[in-house]
């Protein structure tokens, strides 16, 4: 795998959700990332090797409750950049492969953990998904339409944007710090926190007096009639964002609806709902096949919704490729794009010890005790 990551090591420890896509991440970009499953963890993740969070990596089982499955994985870790982990605080440490040990191995080492609410607080040993985290942030209560319960944005703010993402801009950050200092650290990635952390513009926008606390009645949040998306003669919709000035005047102008009095006042809030319903009415009078004609390309900020089906298909993301086929199946595309080292396309993950053993042969394991563990199911 090439990209500007190759030449990166990474031990990741199976996970679901923001683990696997913080180590997506970082394979994607080039990095050698090899992951650990626990032999007996059944259920952990369904068909790993057809999940896509699960690309452009190596992975085999270990037997992590016995001695030799430990000092194996050490031994891994002590060739590692980054170690990734996303168990419940104290799992690590007792299973013996805690960051106080890690470290002593390897003092260059990132040892990256993801979990909800820290590894501190509270909080820190209770269960939870991506709908408690960032309930605790705000970011929840300030996702919804005017009058409805807080409406959760799939998994993509606390799993996604404040979990796996997160935690590999950390990670690669420590890097950097690690090849400076010639030290290692702990990455200590708090879901609540990366989501808060994303809430930001919002919560200095509430500081101002620019955003008041209640769900769909602001600027972004579906308040406004100038951002929000659309239902169309035929059932399906488009969106609109234009916030500034210049883009707002030129959909009137394209709607036909320029010389308005009431929709000259963008920003009157006291109209947003009278508006909206004038929208909603004048967006039902065409397709959005011939709305797309009319505004799509142009300066109004528009463009058509379109379903998971749709998306791989519109021109413009055919163009720059920003889905591709892997093993007969259409992905996103490794992002951002890097012009001086290019990421590879994804492959799918390549499973089985064979995977690995010529890593492990160069760590000092002979073939001999290799095949031993194998036999004695301490690898798989």
Aim: with cysteine.
């Amino acid at each position: 795998m090439s990209g500007p990551l190759a030449g990166v090591r990474v031990v990741e420890f199976a996970g679901i959700g923001p683990g696997p896509f913080c180590g997506m991440m970082l394979a994607d970009h080039g990095a050698d990332v090899i992951r650990i499953d626990r032999i007996g963890a059944q259920g952990l993740v369904s068909a790993p090797d057809k999940d896509f969070l699960n690309r452009s990596r190596r992975s085999f089982a270990v037997d992590l409750k016995v001695p030799e499955g430990v000092a194996l994985v050490r031994a891994l870790c002590r060739s590692a950049d980054a170690v990734l982990e996303g168990y419940r605080p104290g799992v690590m440490e007792r299973l013996g492969l805690g960051p106080d040990v890690l470290l002593e191995d390897n003092e260059r080492l990132v040892y990256g953990r993801m979990t909800g609410w820290g590894q501190t607080g509270p909080c820190a040993q209770a269960a939870g998904h991506d709908i408690n985290y960032i309930a605790l942030s705000g970011a929840l209560h300030a996702t919804g339409r005017a009058g409805q319960p807080p409406t959760p944005p799939m998994n993509l703010i606390g799993d996604f944007g404040g979990g796996g993402l997160m935690l590999a801009f950390g990670v690669v950050s420590a890097i950097l710090s690690a090849r400076t200092t010639g030290r290692g650290q702990v990455v200590d990635c708090a879901m609540t926190e990366g989501s808060a952390v994303l809430m930001t513009m919002i919560y200095s926008l509430r500081a101002q007096g620019l955003w008041r606390d209640e769900r769909g009645v602001n600027l972004l949040d579906s308040g406004c009639h100038f951002y929000d998306a659309y239902e169309t003669s035929d059932g399906r919709f488009i969106s609109i964002g234009p916030v500034e000035p210049q883009f707002y005047r030129l959909l009137l102008e394209k709607l036909g609806v320029a010389a308005d009095e009431d929709f000259l006042a963008q920003n009157d809030a006291a109209r947003w709902p009278r508006l909206k319903t004038r929208l909603e009415a004048l967006f039902r009078t065409r397709t959005r096949d011939q709305w797309c004609e009319l505004l799509e390309g142009s300066d109004a900020c528009f463009a058509p919704v379109l379903s998971l089906d749709e998306a791989p298909r519109h021109p413009h993301n055919a163009a720059r490729r920003a889905f591709v086929p892997v093993d007969g199946a259409l992905q996103p595309a490794p992002a951002p794009r890097f012009s001086q080292t290019p990421s590879s396309d994804p492959r799918p993950m390549r499973a089985g010890f064979s995977e690995v053993a010529s890593t492990l042969a160069e760590l000092g394991y002979s073939a001999e005790w290799l095949s031993e563990l194998k036999t004695r199911n301490v690898v798989a």
